[in-house]
């Protein structure tokens, strides 16, 4: 990207104007083997979220994690300016945020799921970001390295807060992605998908949504309360009652219908969820 080498051996800040984010050989896939924050200004054009577009002409934060594969979007008609931040785990490896860091679901998001700010949550991010390279111009002392995690630590925590106002701000397009997803579970369990495929899985949802699994559990814990995981836990349990007490099976082919391995399993997981075991369940109707 034809970027100077970092001032520090575990961070890097530039501007991206500087930068050749045109670059020919970043259209192919690549992974880096850092974290990297984002804030970019200039889009051109529309993003697609779901079925539904957003004009984001104000500035985008973007995330990306360790080792998490990546393309330039080419056909992509923008041109960036604004600020980007690398680091190294080990930056952070020796504090309190390396663990904290791995709650933070926007990492794993894709870059259609960035956090689009408005224009005083701009300014405010931009500002933290600038005082991160303001130290990170700094000649290294022991101090260093605190100031800047800490920093890191703030930025990371309103950015988390930006999320959920986002998600909250775009509740109807969010709600047609709640029932998207509900007939998908409806249709999955309604076929011969369990039986061929097994259980569906949060990768399986977000697929067909067009969304990351993080973004898509993110999504509904703000609108539901409950992860993707539990949501297709639920539609299970409500599907596995009809057939305790509508039809003969027996319990293991039952679990086997449900796309269960081992019928233990679906015994354990259908009594975490009732408070009660399958056969008890459907004695309850005679």
Request: glycine share 4%; proline share 4%.
């Given at each position: 990207?034809?970027?100077?080498?970092?001032?520090?051996?575990?961070?890097?800040?530039?501007?991206?104007?500087?930068?050749?984010?045109?670059?020919?050989?970043?259209?192919?896939?690549?992974?880096?083997?850092?974290?990297?924050?984002?804030?970019?200004?200039?889009?051109?054009?529309?993003?697609?979220?779901?079925?539904?577009?957003?004009?984001?002409?104000?500035?985008?934060?973007?995330?990306?994690?360790?080792?998490?594969?990546?393309?330039?979007?080419?056909?992509?008609?923008?041109?960036?300016?604004?600020?980007?931040?690398?680091?190294?785990?080990?930056?952070?490896?020796?504090?309190?945020?390396?663990?904290?860091?791995?709650?933070?679901?926007?990492?794993?998001?894709?870059?259609?799921?960035?956090?689009?700010?408005?224009?005083?949550?701009?300014?405010?991010?931009?500002?933290?970001?600038?005082?991160?390279?303001?130290?990170?111009?700094?000649?290294?002392?022991?101090?260093?390295?605190?100031?800047?995690?800490?920093?890191?630590?703030?930025?990371?925590?309103?950015?988390?807060?930006?999320?959920?106002?986002?998600?909250?701000?775009?509740?109807?397009?969010?709600?047609?992605?709640?029932?998207?997803?509900?007939?998908?579970?409806?249709?999955?369990?309604?076929?011969?998908?369990?039986?061929?495929?097994?259980?569906?899985?949060?990768?399986?949802?977000?697929?067909?949504?067009?969304?990351?699994?993080?973004?898509?559990?993110?999504?509904?814990?703000t609108h539901t309360g409950q992860t993707a995981q539990q949501?297709?836990?639920?539609?299970?349990?409500?599907?596995?009652?009809?057939?305790?007490?509508?039809?003969?099976?027996?319990?293991?082919?039952?679990?086997?219908?449900?796309?269960?391995?081992?019928?233990?399993?679906?015994?354990?997981?259908?009594?975490?969820?009732?408070?009660?075991?399958?056969?008890?369940?459907?004695?309850?109707?005679?």
């Amino acid at each position: 990207m034809s970027l100077p080498k970092p001032l520090h051996p575990l961070i890097s800040v530039f501007r991206m104007e500087d930068s050749m984010h045109n670059a020919p050989e970043l259209s192919q896939p690549f992974a880096l083997n850092f974290y990297c924050v984002a804030l970019k200004r200039g889009f051109k054009g529309k993003f697609k979220y779901g079925r539904s577009y957003y004009d984001f002409d104000e500035g985008a934060l973007s995330f990306i994690a360790p080792q998490q594969l990546l393309a330039n979007q080419s056909d992509m008609d923008y041109s960036l300016s604004g600020i980007s931040l690398s680091f190294h785990a080990d930056l952070i490896r020796h504090y309190p945020l390396a663990k904290k860091i791995e709650e933070y679901g926007f990492f794993g998001y894709t870059v259609n799921e960035a956090l689009h700010l408005s224009d005083e949550e701009e300014q405010f991010i931009g500002r933290i970001m600038n005082d991160i390279d303001t130290e990170y111009r700094r000649p290294i002392d022991q101090f260093s390295q605190d100031v800047v995690v800490a920093h890191l630590e703030l930025l990371l925590t309103y950015s988390n807060r930006f999320y959920t106002r986002q998600f909250l701000t775009r509740k109807a397009a969010n709600i047609d992605l709640i029932d998207r997803m509900q007939n998908l579970l409806t249709d999955y369990f309604q076929s011969d998908k369990t039986t061929e495929q097994g259980l569906p899985t949060v990768e399986y949802l977000a697929g067909q949504l067009n969304l990351s699994p993080g973004y898509l559990s993110d999504m509904l814990r703000t609108h539901t309360g409950q992860t993707a995981q539990q949501h297709i836990h639920d539609r299970l349990i409500d599907q596995a009652r009809t057939f305790l007490a509508q039809t003969e099976l027996t319990v293991a082919e039952i679990a086997y219908q449900l796309g269960f391995e081992r019928p233990q399993s679906f015994n354990k997981l259908f009594k975490n969820k009732t408070n009660t075991t399958p056969l008890a369940y459907r004695k309850s109707f005679l």
